[in-house]
């Protein structure tokens, strides 16, 4: 007797089950590993050889995706050697180290340990360099440089970074002599007004780790008062008008407006604090 042919959509539907019920087995270890506790999350446990070739690759791939529409201007009409030094000193040499210079304790104490950028500037092409330099990569340490370094200073860093592999530490330390009064640009414009943007700026400074924020997902902060339901408020740390303009001011010299206050002076520019009080104001409109 033949034996009964099953119906091709039900092979499909079989298959598309199997793959759901093996994904979801998969799922279910891993949260078994993961609420076990063990995982190890010690900076010194290597991690397997197949996890990091599998995130190196994964970054490799999502870079140049992400980087693809990124167009190189000539940089020897935007960028500099010395501007891209001076925010090299500034931002990355503390964990990159430079030529026969080595990185800071706090560099040395990372994993993944932050690339040798020698290499990277040898290996990457200018495109992804910009993107990993504005943007940064999560859970890495490698931090986004967009909100603290102008346009100009990234492009200047990616012509810094691919100038690496040819110097030595009597070329860098010449250069350091040469640009010690050079500064590393600030953005001075931020891009267009959107809440997506309001919260990654919000994110940039750091102010999730202290405060509790609408729609940002975050540490369940607690250090300082929650910035919810932000326009019902009368009064700015007690002091001021809850206004815009004075949350601007507040937001950018907090310890000049209440001298008491534990909000440390951020930094913030004239721009992100427009964007980081109209995201506060607007939210639970």
């Not at 427009?274 to 104001?281: E, K, S």
Request: glycine content about 6%.
């Amino acid at each position: 007797m033949a034996r009964a042919k099953i119906p091709h959509r039900y092979k499909i539907l079989f298959i598309a089950i199997g793959a759901c019920a093996l994904l979801l087995s998969g799922a279910f270890g891993t949260l078994v590993i993961l609420l076990s506790g063990a995982y190890s999350t010690a900076a010194t446990k290597q991690h397997f050889w197949i996890t990091y070739r599998l995130l190196e690759t994964g970054l490799k791939y999502s870079v140049a995706a992400a980087a693809d529409d990124i167009v190189v201007p000539d940089l020897s009409h935007v960028a500099s050697i010395e501007v891209g030094y001076a925010c090299y000193r500034q931002h990355c040499i503390s964990c990159h180290g430079a030529p026969g210079i080595p990185s800071a304790s706090w560099g040395r104490g990372q994993l993944p340990g932050p690339s040798n950028l020698a290499q990277s500037g040898r290996e990457w092409p200018a495109h992804h360099l910009f993107y990993v330099i504005k943007k940064g990569i999560r859970m890495s340490g490698m931090p986004a440089w967009e909100f603290a370094i102008s346009e100009e200073g990234i492009w200047s860093t990616v012509l810094f970074v691919r100038f690496l592999p040819q110097q030595t530490r009597a070329s860098y330390e010449q250069l350091a002599a040469e640009a010690q009064e050079v500064s590393c640009p600030r953005p001075v414009r931020a891009p267009p007004y959107s809440k997506e943007l309001a919260q990654i700026t919000l994110r940039q400074y750091s102010c999730d780790t202290c405060h509790i924020i609408d729609d940002l997902v975050g540490p369940y902060a607690r250090i300082g008062p929650p910035l919810t339901n932000w326009s019902r408020r009368k009064m700015i740390a007690g002091v001021l008008p809850n206004t815009e303009e004075n949350l601007i001011r507040w937001i950018r010299d907090p310890q000049g407006v209440s001298p008491a206050t534990l909000m440390p002076d951020l930094e913030v520019t004239e721009a992100h604090a427009q964007i980081m009080a109209r995201y506060l104001l607007e939210t639970d409109e």
